[in-house]
């Protein structure tokens, strides 16, 4: 039962460019949203997260878009640096059960 | 303050040997988390506990596998009779409480022979 999704595996884009990715949920009942970033041999790290009471979050070059009545939540990243280059992973929680999409590897072209 | 630490970082094991997974949480942190990472998969929950509870294990397989989180020690997720569908790599992360970000480990790597 995959309630949290990424749909896109792969993403690419151009140093400089701006970075979306995406991620939908099933559960209307999560309560509070996460993104987490990993580099290959290395375990998750938090990168930024949003309640299920607000729309936007925003830090430095990463911002969180929450739609709830669409299920959907995006990370912004802009402007993209080659060090982005990783697998960026959205988590959600309900109450104390937190579930991770499959991951999205973006890549950040120089 | 020392982030998550797992070990070992590398486990290999024969088919039908048994794995131990060890996961030392973030001091203060009362919740520990188990996933499992599959090859060119994403992160799939096991399990969910706090101190000397199990509070999720719905992402468990029935059989062969087991997880405790003592009074005192690490988290120990115990995987017996392995096999080689187990090899994966297997983080644990830890969180003060519910809806604070969870920090991870550096994730065990199970190689199953």
Known sequence: DQQVKQNSPSLSVQEGRISILNCDYTNSMFDYFLWYKKYPAEGPTFLISISSIKDKNEDGRFTVFLNKSAKHLSLHIVPSQPGDSAVYFCAATLGNDMRFGAGTRLTVKP | ?113
């Not at chain 2, 060890?22 to 096991?46: A, D, N, T």
């Open chain 2, 1 to 113: 303050n020392a982030g998550v630490m797992q070990n070992p970082r590398h486990l290999v094991r024969r088919r039908g040997q048994e794995a131990r997974l060890r996961c030392s949480p973030m001091k203060g942190h009362s919740h520990v988390y188990w996933y499992r990472q599959l090859p060119e998969e994403g992160l799939k929950f096991m399990v969910y506990l706090q101190k000397e509870n199990i509070i999720d294990e719905s992402g468990m397989p029935k059989e062969r596998f087991s997880a405790e989180f003592p009074k005192e020690g690490p988290s120990i997720l115990r995987i017996q009779q392995v096999v080689r569908g187990d090899s994966a790599a297997y983080f644990c992360a830890s969180s003060k409480s519910r809806n604070t970000e969870a920090f991870f480990g550096q994730g065990t790597r199970l190689t199953v022979v």
